[in-house]
Each structure stands twice: as C-alpha cells, then as structure tokens.
C-alpha cells in the first residue's frame, strides 16, 4: 500500500519523456529490395524474387519448377510440374505444342501469354487451342488464367488443378468461396498417405507451419461437382523429419465416368483462373520487433486524439499511431485542420502515423462517391455487405456505402488515387486495411464479371492490396 501511494506522487512530479524510439531510427534502413528479376535460357523462363523462384516452360508456359528459400535455406519446392488437367488433358503434358511471349516485365510484375495445342492422352482426341496469361507478383503469388477454345465439343470429366510440393508443413486449411474463413476447416496433416477431402465450395485451400506456408486457390471451384465427389483434398504423399510432401488439389469439375460430364461448347471459350503463393514472399527485416501499433477510436464528438493521448501512447512504447474513423483516405473528416497537428504530434513522439481503411466500404459522403451516384453509375461500383450500407450507431460521420471488391469499373484506381494523397498531402506513413470479405451477396455479379454468382473475390482482394503496398514502397 505503501508503495502505490507513493509511485504516483513521484510520477506525478516528474516529466515523462517518450519512450518510443523516433522515427529515423525506427526506420534506419531501407526496406529490403522486393524486386522480380527475369531470365530466359533455352526452354525455360525463370521468374526470381526476393525468397522464391519460379521456372515456367516456354512451350506449354506452365510452372515446371518452384523453390522458396527462408533466410537463405530452402524451404519449399515443387516436387512435379504444376497441373492443370482438362480430361484427358493436361498443361504439364510435354507433348503440348505452344509458344510463350513476356507482355510485361517489370521489377514489381511479369506477365507471360502462350498460346498453344494442349495433346489428349487419347489418340482419338482432338488438339484442344487454349491461352495461358500468368502473373508474377513480387509477393511470390502467381495467378494463372487458362481459356480454353474447343474447334469442337468435349465433355470432361474434371478439370483439376494439382501442385504436389514438399516443405516443413504441419497443417492445412480450406477456404470456401461462399464464407469469409473464419469458419475455415483448418487442422493438423493427416498422416504419411492419408488425405483429408472437402465437398463444400472451393476457393483457397493451404499448407503451413510456422517456418514457411504454400496455397493454391481458384475462382471457379466446384462449377460442376457430381454428388458425393470431392472438390478439394489435401494428401501426405512422403515424410521425413523436417518436411512433408503433400498433394493439394482442387476441382472446378469432378464427375463420374458414368456420368455426362461437362460441355465446353465448340467455338465457345471457357475460362478460369487458378494460382498459387508462397510464405515466406520477402526477406526478413530487423525493424520488424520495433513496429508496436497503437490503435485509436475517435466518435462524434471527439473525432480526433489530443496531444496527451498522444504522448501517452508513445510512452507505452508504440511506434505505430493508427488511427480509425478518420474519413475518406486523402479527405479527413471535420475539422481536418486537426489532422496536420496530430500527424505533426505523432511524429514528434517518434511514431509513425497509419490511416485505417475499410476493403469493401467507401465514405457515403466523399466526392467521388458522390459523383458516381449523380451519375446514375453507382450500380458499377455498389456492393451488398451490411445490407448495402455501414452507418455507426455513436459516430454518424461514419455512413458507409458498400462497395464490391471484384468490381472491374474503377473503385480500385479511385481507391489508389485516394491513398495517393495519404502519401503526398497528409503525409502518412502506412495504412491499416479492414479486409472484410465480399461473398455470396453480390445480385449484380453479371454486371460486375464474376465468374459465379458465388464468389470471394480473394484474387482481387489480393491485386487490391498488392497495388497498395507498391504505392506505399
């Protein structure tokens, strides 16, 4: 008792210093580079980044060859090529006949096209056209659309996608395309030939420890499934000490031999898109275990933090200061003449100031949402979740109007324009994105190009968020 009574007199009666590191030192280096480098050299093409490596065969353009590195020791590799099989075909084939050309090449992204004849297995099979474009991000992802061209009918009984790879992993999770995953079927790898299958929806399906992680997803899992079959299965194929090698499956169409199968229409194409990404998909950086974040909530009537909360967070030893309900990115709410003196605050405590946003909400009342309504254009833009509208009980600033995630007619340039000013005008540090999930709600999916009326959006979401943190490196 004694002891309480007198700390705080003490404290009290001294001034207390900030106790988080400034900013210089915090950032002291450098990021570490992230950037692709890109070689071609007789079949092959090979797509390095900053832990992993891809290698694509130029005449098929698919992914023969992937190894990822964790402070520069292997971790992971490709066991066999990538798959994709259509019925009696497959990319991996080498008998396929194709050419690959690089359309873009970049330090932040490559895009390879190939156009080709995929080879039945049956000698009674037509060629079937198809073109691959597949991008390479610097964050080790790869997203592969596959359209296929039939000069005539076919009928297949799947069309799989299949990626058997070894690393130190320890458990798996499965993501469907009509939750947002926290309800995900996530466990422990069954044992040295056992599989664990799924029938539900099929969207991102993982294998992972806490030493490296590899998923592969698609956007039109179990398009057609007959009853009883699965749609995605993860399988122990070997096992030593420190790694195991799994197969990770995932079917858009699994059907019986004695079935009908599925139609792809002569002369009419049918597409998809399937991917893979990689953890760890940068090198490690020593300021990590200096990055601290404090969050502050403001409300109606004290929309933002004063000097002493401030001050206070810094001497708690935060070095990141985000902050919510802050408005349109780029557009403070009122009084925004207060946001210059808590960033000038923030950083005078050697934080660093972070601008949290939402992935699927706009600001109701930001001029270019405004705009988009006058227009009569919002249906190009507007989404479902929260019923269409996010008004907050104690803070009635904060009226959002839904947004779709895979909408292809602009929120996403509107969105990085707006983070843009974050950056140059307001002079942020960072932002804090609220990835709420889009999925099954979307009534204008037609309009917006969903592959199914089902659907996740996490290959948007993804290309969002990639798009952001190039902007913000």
């Known amino acids: 008792f004694l002891a309480t009574a007198i700390c705080p007199a003490r404290a009290f009666g ?37 832990t992993f490596e891809y290698t ?21 590799h490709l066991v066999e090529p990538a798959s994709l099989v259509i019925g009696p075909y497959n990319i991996a084939r080498k008998e396929n006949v194709g050419e690959t050309t690089t359309t873009s090449q970049g330090a932040e992204q490559v895009v390879l096209k190939t156009k080709g ?17 597949s991008t390479f991000f610097n964050d080790g992802v790869v997203v592969c659309e596959l359209t296929l061209l039939p000069a005539n009918d076919v009928r297949v009984e799947e069309i799989r996608h299949e990626v058997v790879a070894t690393g130190p992993f320890r458990h798996y999770l499965h993501k469907t395309r009509d939750s947002h995953g926290f309800d995900s079927p996530a466990g422990t790898l069954p044992q040295l ?19 490296a992680a590899l998923a592969v997803f698609m956007d039109r899992g179990a ?45 009419s194409p049918f ?97 270019g949402v405004w705009e988009i309504q006058a227009s009569g254009k919002w249906p190009l833009w507007q989404g479902f979740n929260y019923g269409g509208r996010y ?22 340039d509107y969105r990085i324009a707006c983070d843009s000013r974050v950056m140059d005008k307001d002079e942020g540090d960072g932002m804090y994105i609220d990835d709420n999930l889009a999925y099954a709600n979307c009534t204008l999916w037609k309009e917006h190009g969903h592959p199914q009326k089902v659907y996740d959006c996490l290959i948007e979401l993804h290309e969002m968020n990639w798009r952001r943190r190039q902007l913000l490196r």
């Open 14 to 50: 001294e001034t207390v210093e900030p106790r988080s590191k400034p900013v210089t030192a915090v950032l002291r280096e450098p990021l570490p580079p992230a950037d692709l480098s890109y070689s071609a050299a007789g079949s092959t093409i090979v797509i390095t980044g900053p």
């Open 271 to 367: 597409s998809f898109r399937v991917g893979m990404g990689v953890a760890p998909n940068r090198l490690p950086h020593r300021r990590t275990h200096d990055l601290r974040m404090f969050a502050w909530i403001g409300d109606e009537k004290y929309p933002y933090a004063t000097d002493k909360e401030i001050l206070d967070a810094a001497q708690l030893g935060h070095t990141l200061f985000q902050m919510h309900r802050l408005g349109t990115p780029g557009e403070p709410r009122p009084p925004a003449g207060e946001l210059d003196r808590v960033i000038k605050t923030v950083h005078n405590a050697g934080m660093l100031f972070i601008w949290t946003a939402n992935a699927d909400l706009m600001y109701a009342n930001a001029k």
């Open 117 to 133: 004849l995929l080879k039945s297995a049956s000698a009674a099979g037509d060629d079937l056209p198809y073109t691959l474009v």
């Open 193 to 211: 030939g056992e599989s664990v299958k799924f029938s539900t929806l099929t969207s991102c399906l993982q294998v992972f420890s806490t030493k």
């Open 56 to 76: 694509v065969d130029k005449n098929t353009g698919a992914v023969v060859a992937l190894q990822v590195k964790r402070e520069g020791q292997p971790v992971i």
């Open 223 to 267: 398009t057609h499934l007959a009853a009883g079959l699965d749609t995605a299965a993860v399988k122990v194929t070997g096992r030593n000490e420190d790694s195991t090698t799994v197969s990770l499956v995932q079917h858009i169409v699994n059907e019986r031999p004695t079935g009908d199968g599925y139609l792809l229409k002569a002369n």
């Open 391 to 412: 008004t907050d009980p104690v803070d009635r600033y904060c009226d959002l109007a839904a947004t779709c995630l895979a909408s292809p007619n602009g929120p996403a």
